[in-house]
């Protein structure tokens, strides 16, 4: 399956930033045992490509592995050499953008306004990342004029708002420290309470699936 399916399937990107690298392969196995099937790693992080190269290789098929923070084209290429299939910023630079679509992976740039996001989108970015995510309600007012722009809240989702997010237009949702909080100890405690919190992520996504078929507003 193409890391863009894989994308709009299963909606929730776990972002690690600034994880002890000897620790990313524990907070991997621990997100997927709780269903998570994405996962970006942040290249300002320490020794992002070394761990984008390792998790990769790991998970193989199991879970598809995109790096984060990308600002610049070498930055992007050398996450691509190193395994990354999808390509998010905070920004939006369209150098970036189009390097990503030359490279065959998913470009996800950072945008807010209605503006940044549209000339995101025309410039060949898959999603667009809402970022910041300030409410559900302002993803909802840019998704009514630009139904056509796939969005992804990102840096304001939590357990609590997830479904509305979703509801508002959402086609996915990157989730970062509301989900790994990695300034704590990563013990075997932590590592339990990390599955079972990204499966109520999850189970969130699917109960508004379920609740969002055959909507018409």
């Given at each position: 399956m193409s890391a863009i399916s894989q994308i709009l399937e299963h909606k929730i990107i776990a972002i690690i930033r600034g994880a002890d690298p000897a620790d990313v392969l524990k907070i991997a196995e621990a997100l997927y045992a709780g269903g998570i099937r994405l996962l970006?790693?942040?290249?300002?992080?320490?020794?992002?490509?070394?761990?984008?190269r390792e998790v990769a290789a790991h998970f193989g098929d199991r879970m598809t592995i995109g790096a984060g923070t990308v600002l610049d084209v070498e930055t992007l290429r050398k996450a691509v050499d190193?395994?990354?299939r999808f390509i998010l910023?905070?920004?939006?630079?369209?150098?970036?953008?189009?390097a990503g679509r030359d490279l065959g992976v998913v470009s996800i740039p950072g945008?807010?306004?209605?503006?940044?996001?549209?000339?995101a989108y025309r410039n060949g970015a898959d999603i667009v990342k809402v970022f910041p995510a300030r409410s559900p309600a302002y993803l909802k007012d840019i998704a009514g004029p630009l139904p056509q722009i796939p969005l992804m809240p990102t840096g304001g989702?939590?357990?609590?708002?997830?479904?509305?997010?979703?509801k508002a237009?959402?086609?996915?949702?990157?989730?970062?420290?509301a989900l790994v909080d990695t300034k704590k100890k990563i013990t075997?405690?932590?590592?339990?309470?990390?599955t079972d919190k990204a499966a109520a992520f999850v189970q969130a996504v699917h109960y508004s699936d379920q609740n969002n078929i055959g909507r018409t507003d």
């Open positions: 970006e790693i942040t290249m300002n992080s320490a020794e992002p490509l070394q761990v984008i190193s395994g990354a910023s905070p920004v939006m630079d369209i150098e970036v953008i189009g945008a807010y306004t209605a503006t940044e996001i549209f000339t989702v939590s357990l609590e708002n997830i479904a509305d997010f979703h237009g959402a086609v996915g949702f990157g989730i970062g420290s075997e405690q932590y590592l339990a309470a990390l």
